[in-house]
């Protein structure tokens, strides 16, 4: 909002008009031409003068009010001219969709005093902009959108509302954001992939206005229809200083069971190296500290050995004065070590049985063998639906019903039509082994044999875990909460060896990988870590319907009842922290919701960067469209309601 | 701005007028019998009290009957009736001239129903200008018969006399020594002051009556702007530049002005009395001049 100045006069124009105050005041200092008049006698008016001559100064000034009106009326006459006006925004529509980022990033301040105030002083300056016509709407996003103010002309509201947008700990998506605001805009478009959802408001053309640093990918598949994009700018600085933490978890030693390990990853994103002390606290108390280097751009791992301990919640902290507080803590929640509990439902697996007896195997769960004529008992029946079991492992059978459980099926598949697979085949060539899953860690399958196997069609949303030429070998995929692993190969047949992999050394180590990670063995950390805004589900041991969950923040505390399958799931998890689990007013359990996001933890903005949603491109710019908001009309009304005070004051100055 | 149309006295004014008559708080020996009642003792035909005789008086006013009773000489004593000397003195200075009606109209006026009771009552009436020399000696009037005379007389009057206050009420004293009653109608505006022409006055064995006309565009002026303002006497000039202040200060003068004749008046046991030219004159004589006991 500069104001500005356009001359539209040359020199000896402006020399003229610079004559005119002086020539005014000349006239003044002239003697005033006064009216002759008449009267009985001075006698009175010249006694009454003598009086006042006392304080002529005043009546001086008195008189020159009229001249002080006209020179400042001359003045105003010759601003008009220069056509003065203020820098401001043009926008292409009178609908305007405001996108705030209200992301963990935005949090940052680099920009005092955060990015996210620093977006909504922008908002706030084309609010100010805007013309009779324009109605505006305010969306704020992070992993979500939400729409703060739908369309309107009313200032006030928008200004109300965007001063409530609160920041978030989430990260950073802008597709949600882009179909909120495009149903706004393309008629017939639904905010989300169900039909059902029609669009409230009247779908207009509409420019679209984003207040974000940056930290999200294009969405080229995005088709933008009626939506304008103007120019985003990208709110932040190219070099901002943030340390954080990637990753913080705790894992068994493997040179001593006994003891834990706590395990962090700290990223340096800035330009500049950072040198730093991290803490360790356990249960709010510091037990162990060490101060770290980090280079610029680079990561580190580090690492803490812990005595025995119990239970309690483990905090890592960075003592650093970064621009990013947000990820400088990080938290997990070691639980009371609790043996699995799996059943082994075969007609016979000796190698299978084996594994489950090794001595680590034996400390991490307690294994029941049943035959598979088990299955079709009652008992069965009521415990696994009663959740007796974390996993339960079916070695050529099937249940009629899928458990309460997390399952492996070895050479058999799942009950239901999910689960598919193709025509035999012999000796699959194994191509590929998906490590990065906890359940094929330190697996190495290069010396296994498969005889004959039958390749898997999993579900939808599964992952393949084991993939030869002909399709997945082995895969794992979700159901409400539960995980189902199937084998498409038998480890022994009725008849004769299914595969040599029971005797190699991978095969022990899957046995209790399994454990670990299906057999509900929570003894290396428990829960895993949730980032913010990602729902949580939640198994206690205990009857009750109803929890409570207190977030960290002071807030007031969530109920959560139990929902299908005796799950409790909980989605309130806005910010960083540890939440707490109270049933009643007993606390049951923890859990920790940490960023660990490398693209909200870097912080630096690319000031050229081009945004790409469908094909429009729009290169980003650190100011808009200028246009001119021309003032010069309210200052001629200013010099007309002078004029107007002035022909008062000449008329009625006797009054004065 | 004279009118000359302006009748003198109204039919209903001179009605209310034949019952009044001119009092004076002092009482001054008339030169013939007038309808007056004197303190002095004399031949009218109301009785007033007896007294012993005494060696020289007229025989004619012993009371036989009172002698033949009680054997002593007696003399009747009788109410005197005397006229009264009255002038009025009319300021014809050219500052008189203004006003709507003029200050001048309003003196006339005033004069007319003053002298027309004094001639009913059969005073001596007598009408002077403060513009007259020493020597210019005006007409007396006395009796009915008069009235019409002393109106055209009135009426002869022109504003534009330039004699000061001083000086015009000096020649008047010495044109008439006598007693009686004087009404000086004047706006008083004289750069010299009143306080010299008032010491003449009270030095006169008369009872003056101050009567200070001014019109309403001296009490409340209605100017604006900037203005020469030329003085309609001697020609002076002030320049004034209209404005609150400068009215207020003007008021402020103009009570001071009218406060300060008040009291000069009230000391020295002269009668003053305010009027504006606007005001009707019946009003004025009817009701204010009979309470301040000019007439009755």
């Known amino acids: ?656 | 701005m004279p009118s000359e149309a302006v009748p003198l006295l109204s039919p209903e004014l001179l009605a209310q007028l034949e019952r009044l008559e001119l009092v004076s708080r002092k009482i001054f020996r008339g030169r013939i019998k007038g309808e007056r009642r004197s303190l002095r003792k004399g031949q009218s035909v109301e009785f007033a009290d007896f007294r012993n005789y005494v060696p020289g008086d007229d025989l004619r006013f012993v009371d036989w009957n009172t002698y033949a009773r009680l054997d002593r000489l007696f003399l009747k004593l009788f109410m005197e009736e005397e006229d009264l000397h009255f002038y009025c003195l009319i300021d014809a200075s050219e500052s008189m001239n203004f006003g709507s009606p003029t200050k001048l109209d309003f003196a006339r006026q005033l004069a007319a129903a003053l002298c027309f009771v004094g001639l009913i009552r059969s005073d001596r009436v007598k009408i002077e200008t403060l513009g007259q020399s020493a020597a210019q000696r005006g007409p007396t009037w006395r009796g009915r018969a008069s009235v019409w005379r002393m109106l055209d007389y009135l009426q002869g009057i022109k504003a534009g006399e330039t004699v000061s206050l001083a000086d015009g009420i000096k020649n008047f004293c010495l044109r008439n020594s006598g007693r009686g009653i004087v009404v000086l109608i004047s706006d008083l505006m004289d750069k010299q002051g009143y306080d010299e022409a008032f010491r003449y006055l009270t030095a006169q064995r008369m009872d003056p009556y101050i009567i200070h006309v001014l019109s309403d565009e001296e009490i409340d002026p209605d100017v604006k702007g900037d203005l020469k303002l030329v003085d309609s006497e001697d020609g002076d000039i002030t320049e004034i530049t209209a404005s609150v202040p400068l009215f207020k200060r003007y008021k402020q003068t103009l009570a001071a002005f009218i406060g300060g004749a008040q009291e000069f008046c009230a000391r020295r046991g002269m009668a003053y009395l305010f009027a504006r030219s606007s005001q009707p004159v019946d009003q004025l004589v009817s009701g204010y001049l009979r309470k301040r006991g000019l007439i009755k």
């Open chain 1, 1 to 656: 909002m500069i104001p500005q100045l356009t001359n539209l006069l040359n020199p000896w124009q402006w020399a003229l008009l610079a004559a005119v105050p002086p020539a005014i005041i000349a006239l003044y200092f002239l003697k005033l031409k006064r009216e002759p008049l008449q009267v009985p006698s001075t006698y009175l008016w010249h006694k009454s003068i003598e009086d006042l001559h006392v304080n002529s100064i005043w009546q001086r000034l008195r008189r020159s009010l009229l001249l002080l009106l006209q020179l400042l009326l001359v003045a105003l006459l010759m601003l008009v001219l220069l056509k003065p006006s203020l820098k401001g925004t043009s926008f292409k529509q009178n609908r305007l969709i405001f996108l705030v980022d209200n992301s963990a990033s935005m949090g940052a301040t680099d920009v005092q005093p955060t990015r996210l105030e620093e977006a909504k002083r922008r908002v706030l300056e084309l609010i100010d902009q805007m013309g009779s016509n324009d109605v505006a709407m305010i969306v704020s996003f992070s992993d979500s959108a939400r729409v703060e103010q739908m369309f309107t002309d009313n200032r006030g509201e928008l200004r109300r509302r965007l001063d409530a947008i609160q920041p978030s700990d989430k990260p950073t998506s802008i597709n949600d954001a882009l179909r909120l605001a495009s149903v706004r805009a393309n008629p017939g478009r639904s905010a989300t992939d169900f039909k059902t959802d029609t669009a409230v408001a009247e779908a207009l053309p509409a420019e679209m206005f984003f207040f974000s640093d940056g930290n999200f990918a294009d969405d080229p598949e995005f088709s933008l229809g009626n939506l304008t994009p103007a120019q985003p700018v990208w709110i932040g600085t190219k070099d901002p200083r943030n340390v954080a933490i990637a990753a913080f978890s705790t894992a068994r030693s493997e040179t001593n069971v006994e003891k834990l390990q706590a395990f962090g990853r700290l990223e340096n994103s800035g330009l500049t190296d950072a040198a730093l002390d991290v803490e360790l606290l356990l249960n709010n108390e510091v037990i162990d500290a060490e101060n770290v280097t980090i280079p610029a751009g680079k990561s580190r791992g580090i690492k803490f050995d812990l005595d025995r301990l119990e239970a309690g919640v483990l905090e890592l902290r960075l003592i650093t004065d970064d621009h990013l507080a947000v990820d400088n803590h990080a938290w997990t929640v070691v639980h009371t070590p609790r043996k699995g509990r799996v059943l082994l439902v075969t007609p016979g697996n000796e190698p299978l049985q084996m594994a489950l007896r090794t001595e680590r195997a034996v400390e991490m769960a307690d294994t029941m063998l049943k035959s598979p004529d088990f299955l079709t008992t009652v008992d069965y029946r009521n415990q696994s639906a009663a959740a007796a079991w974390d996993l339960i492992i079916y070695d050529r059978c099937r249940p009629e019903t899928m458990p309460q459980a997390n399952t492996i099926f070895i050479g058999a598949l799942p009950p239901g039509d999910q689960w598919a697979e193709l025509e035999k085949v012999n000796v699959p060539a194994i191509i590929d082994v998906n490590r990065a899953h906890p359940l094929m860690q330190w697996i190495d399958l290069s010396d296994v044999l498969v005889i004959e196997a039958k390749p898997l069609t999993p579900p939808t949303g599964s992952t393949a875990l084991v993939e030869a030429t002909e399709g997945a070998l082995m895969a794992v995929a979700p159901r409400e909460g539960f995980e189902d692993v199937v084998l498409g190969f038998e480890l022994i047949g009725a008849d004769k060896i299914g595969t040599n992999w029971p005797v190699r050394p991978s095969f022990p180590v899957l046995v209790l990988n399994a454990l670990s990670y299906l057999g509900g063995n929570r003894d290396a950390g428990g829960t895993g870590t949730v980032q913010p805004g990602r729902p949580v589900a939640l198994r206690p041991e205990t009857e009750a319907e109803r929890l409570q969950v207190v977030p960290p923040n002071d807030e007031d505390a969530v109920d959560v009842t139990r929902g299908k399958h005796g799950v409790f799931h909980f989605a309130a998890t806005g910010h960083v922290g540890v939440y707490e689990v109270l049933e009643g007013s007993k606390e049951i359990d923890h859990f920790a919701v940490n960023l660990f996001d490398p693209r909200e933890s870097a912080i630096q903005i690319q000031p050229d960067r081009v945004l790409k949603i469908g094909h429009v491109e729009t290169s980003s710019s650190t100011d808009w469209n200028e246009a001119r908001r021309d003032t010069w009309k309210l200052i001629l009304l200013g010099a007309l309601a002078i004029l107007v005070f002035e022909w008062y004051i000449y008329n009625r100055r006797a009054y004065l």
